[in-house]
C-alpha cells in the first residue's frame, strides 16, 4: 500500500512563508494602528490655538502693539502732517475767536439810547 | 371880616396846590411811560427860538455829524475785518454798500438842511434824520450784529471744511485714543451744523429790519430784532462750543503721539 505524502523539504518552506505572511500582517497592522493613532491624537489638538495667543497673553500684546506701530510707520508721516493742519486750524481758531469777541462787544452798544429823535 | 378873607384865600391856594400836585403827579406817570418809548417819540426842545433856522439848521447838521462819525467807525471796522479775511466779499459788499448808502443819504439831507428857508422847513428837514435813516435806531445795531453774523458764517465754513482732515487725523491715530477724539468729533459736527442752521435763520431776517419797518411797528420791530440778535448769539455760542471741540481733539492725537511716527 502506497501512501501519498507531501515531500518534507516543501512542508518546511510552506510553513516558514506562512509564518513569514503572518508577521508581515502583523507588522503592517500594527504600522497602521500607530498611524490612524498618531492622526486622531493631531485631531483632537486644536491647531489654532497655537497660532492664535489668548487675550492677555504676550503674544497678543505684542501682536497689539506690532499692529499699532505698524500703523504708525505706514502712515506716521502722514498723519503728522495732518495733525499740524489741524493744529495750524486750531491757532485759527483762536485768532477767530478774539475777533468774534470784538465783533459780539461792538454788536452789544446800546446805539439806541443815543437816537434821542430832539427837534430843536 | 379880615381874618374871613384870610382863610377864603388860604383855602384856594390849599386847593391851587392839590391841583398842582394831581397835575404833577399825572405828568409824572406820563413821563414815566413815554420815556421807555423815547425810541419811537419825537420830543422838542427848546434849544431854538421858534422862527430861529440857522438855530435849527446847525442843530441838525451836529445830529448829521454824530451819525456821519458812527457809520465812518462802522465802516472801518468791517474794512479791517475784510482785510483779515474773516468775511467774504460778498457779504463786505453789503455792508460796505449799506454805509455807503446811508453816509451819502445823510449828505443830500445836510445840503438840503443847509439850504431850508425857514424853521420850519429846517426842523421838517431835522424830522428825517430820525424817521428817514434811524441810524443809531437801527443801522449801527443791525449792521454790527451782521458783522459779527458775517464773522461766524465764514468762521463756520472752515470749521466744516476742516472735518475731512480731523476724520483722517483720528484715523490715523493710535486705537486708544480713536473712542475719545471720535466722540469730540461727533460733537464738533453737531456743534458746526447748528451753528450754520442759526447764521442762515439770522441772514432770513435781515430784510425786516428796515427804519421802515421800524416807524411802522416799533413793537414788532424790537421782536423781531430779537429774534436776529438771538439767532447769531446761538450761533456764536455753537461756534465756540466747535473751537473747543477741536482744541480738546488736537491736544488728545499729541498727547496720544499721534505726530511721532515710529522707527
Known amino acids: 500500500m502506497r501512501i501519498s505524502t507531501a515531500h518534507p523539504r516543501s512542508r518546511a518552506w510552506s510553513q516558514r512563508a506562512a509564518w513569514f505572511f503572518a508577521a508581515s500582517a502583523l507588522m503592517l497592522t500594527l504600522a497602521l494602528g500607530g498611524c490612524r493613532a498618531g492622526a486622531h491624537n493631531t485631531g483632537s489638538q486644536t491647531p489654532p490655538q497655537t497660532q492664535q495667543a489668548p487675550s492677555g497673553a504676550p503674544g497678543a500684546s505684542s501682536a497689539g502693539s506690532s499692529t499699532g506701530s ?18 495750524n486750524i486750531d491757532s485759527q481758531d483762536q485768532n477767530d475767536s478774539q475777533q468774534l469777541n470784538s465783533a459780539q462787544n461792538d454788536a452789544g452798544a446800546n446805539y439806541s439810547s443815543q437816537e434821542n429823535n430832539t427837534l430843536p | 371880616m379880615l381874618h ?41 426842545s427848546s434849544v431854538c427860538g421858534a422862527t430861529d433856522t440857522a438855530c435849527v439848521i446847525a442843530f441838525g447838521n451836529a445830529r448829521i455829524a454824530e451819525r456821519q462819525t458812527a457809520l465812518s467807525k462802522l465802516n472801518g471796522r468791517v474794512t ?25 443819504g445823510l449828505t443830500t439831507l445836510k445840503g438840503q438842511l443847509d439850504g431850508a428857508g425857514d424853521a420850519k422847513t429846517a426842523r421838517d428837514d431835522v424830522k428825517l434824520i430820525y424817521t428817514q435813516f434811524r441810524i443809531f435806531a437801527v443801522v449801527l445795531p443791525r449792521d454790527y450784529h451782521e458783522l459779527w453774523l458775517d464773522m461766524l458764517t465764514h468762521a463756520d465754513a472752515r470749521l466744516a471744511g476742516a472735518e ?18 471720535n466722540t469730540l468729533f461727533t460733537d464738533y459736527k453737531s456743534q458746526v451744523s447748528n451753528a450754520q442752521a442759526q447764521t442762515q435763520a439770522a441772514n432770513g431776517i435781515i430784510p425786516q429790519l428796515t427804519p421802515a419797518s421800524f416807524n411802522a411797528n416799533p413793537g414788532a420791530y424790537a421782536t423781531t430784532f430779537g429774534s436776529f440778535k438771538t439767532d447769531i448769539q446761538s450761533a456764536g455760542t455753537a461756534t465756540k462750543q466747535t473751537m473747543s471741540d477741536l482744541r480738546q481733539i488736537v491736544q488728545l492725537l499729541k498727547s496720544a503721539g499721534a505726530a511721532t511716527p515710529s522707527a
Open chain 2, 80 to 104: 479791517e475785518v475784510n482785510s483779515d479775511g474773516r468775511i467774504s466779499s460778498a457779504d463786505n459788499a453789503a455792508l460796505v454798500g449799506d454805509i455807503s448808502t446811508n453816509e451819502s
Open chain 2, 164 to 181: 475731512p482732515i480731523i476724520q483722517d487725523t483720528i484715523n490715523g491715530a493710535p486705537s486708544g485714543v480713536q473712542g475719545q477724539a
Open chain 2, 4 to 44: 374871613e378873607i384870610q382863610q377864603r384865600i388860604g383855602q384856594r391856594v390849599r386847593r391851587g396846590a392839590r391841583k398842582a400836585a394831581v397835575v404833577g403827579v399825572v405828568g409824572l406817570l406820563a413821563a414815566g411811560v413815554i420815556t421807555p418809548l423815547s425810541g419811537f417819540t419825537m420830543a422838542s
Open chain 1, 70 to 87: 505698524t500703523t504708525g510707520s505706514t502712515t506716521g508721516s502722514s498723519n503728522s502732517s495732518s495733525l499740524q493742519q489741524l493744529e
